[in-house]
C-alpha cells in the first residue's frame, strides 16, 4: 500500500504523525508543502484546502489534521 504524508517541517502535528509511522514501521513518501509546490498543488487538489498533515493512502485521503488538530500552510 502506498502511504503519503503531506506536512511542513514546523507543525508540531505533522511531527506526531511522523513519529507514529515511524514507530509502527510504516513505510511512507513525505511530501514537505511548504518547499514542494507541486506537492503543495496536489494536497489543494487532494482536500480543498491548506491543512496539514494530510494521510493519504493508495491515492484515498484517510485523514486531514491528526486528532482533530492541525496547521495551515
Request: aromatic content about 10%; charged content about 25%; proline content about 3%.
Amino acid at each position: 500500500m502506498a502511504l503519503e504524508l503531506y506536512s511542513t517541517s514546523t507543525c508540531p502535528y505533522c511531527a506526531e504523525v511522523r513519529e507514529e509511522f515511524e514507530w509502527r514501521e510504516r513505510v511512507f513518501v513525505e511530501y514537505d508543502v511548504s518547499f514542494d509546490a507541486q506537492a503543495r498543488a496536489r494536497l489543494i487538489a487532494l482536500t480543498g484546502g491548506t491543512l496539514v498533515p494530510v494521510v493519504v493512502e493508495d491515492g484515498a485521503v484517510r485523514s486531514v489534521g491528526w486528532k482533530g488538530r492541525g496547521c495551515n500552510v
